[in-house]
């Protein structure tokens, strides 16, 4: 059971370059999302999903796109890469919807990257 | 969605108790508390969660208030281990965002 798997790890962009962070998990979890963490700061949501086909914006929503076309999967997809999007990326997934009810999110190692 | 107000930083001598408060003043009927710790750049582990009542797990105990207004997350005997950034969040349920504040960060001593 690997639960929340994130790929790459590290990842080095130049500015305006593109990528897209990938997130799987194998917990047949309905909820996943995506949080941005800062040096010295907490996490910051920046977008979520309630299920496959369903994304909705969080926190810091802009220069990241998402989509969930299956349960397993949750890419975050930097178009046009900035300065200010270095940092380190969490994927989060739940197995409900609803908090209080196995509402406990499983996180992932995280991604770091820089953009230069 | 319900803020949350946590002292930035905290010590614990090891073997001691660890009471780490939090204010969510602003908190409706609905929105559960969670907590959470993050251990150096690792992503955050869930410690436990709560709406009314007390609650106790393997690794802590929550203390919520009569009137929700506030919590405290208590790690009985504080090890090196524990030392971390705590969080402390409402959730609602239905709304799905679970904000994370920037956290306490405990530093458990020898």
């Known amino acids: 059971n690997a639960g929340v798997t994130q790929t790459p790890k590290f990842q080095v962009l130049k500015t305006g370059q593109s990528m897209t962070l990938q997130c799987a998990q194998d917990?047949?979890?309905?909820?996943m999302s995506w949080y941005r963490q800062d040096p010295g700061m907490g996490l910051r949501l920046i977008h979520y999903?309630?299920?496959?086909?369903?994304?909705d914006q969080g926190e810091v929503p802009n220069g990241y796109n998402v989509s969930r076309s299956t349960t397993e999967d949750f890419p975050l997809r930097l178009l046009s890469a900035a300065p200010s999007q270095t940092s380190v990326y969490f994927c989060?997934?739940?197995?409900?919807?609803?908090?209080?009810?196995?509402?406990?999110?499983?996180f992932g190692e995280g991604s770091r990257l820089t953009v230069l | 969605d319900a803020k949350t107000t946590q002292p930035t930083s905290m010590d614990c001598a090891e073997g001691r108790a660890a009471n780490l408060p939090c204010n969510h003043s602003?908190?409706?009927?609905?929105?559960?508390v969670y907590w959470y710790r993050q251990i150096h750049s690792q992503g955050p582990q869930y410690i436990i969660h709560?709406?009314?009542n007390n609650e106790t797990n393997e690794m802590a105990s929550l203390i919520i208030t009569e009137d929700r207004k506030s919590s405290t997350l208590i790690l009985p005997h504080a090890t090196l281990r524990d030392t971390a950034v705590y969080y402390c969040?409402?959730?609602?349920?239905?709304?799905?965002?679970?904000?994370f504040g920037t956290g306490t960060r405990l530093k458990v001593l020898a």
């Open positions: 989060a997934s739940s197995y409900s919807r609803l908090a209080g009810v196995n509402g406990e999110l499983f």
């Open positions: 917990m047949n979890h309905e909820y």
């Open positions: 999903s309630v299920g496959a086909g369903i994304t």
């Open positions: 602003t908190i409706s009927g609905n929105e559960y």
């Open positions: 709560g709406l009314k």
């Open positions: 969040i409402v959730a609602t349920s239905g709304t799905y965002k679970y904000i």
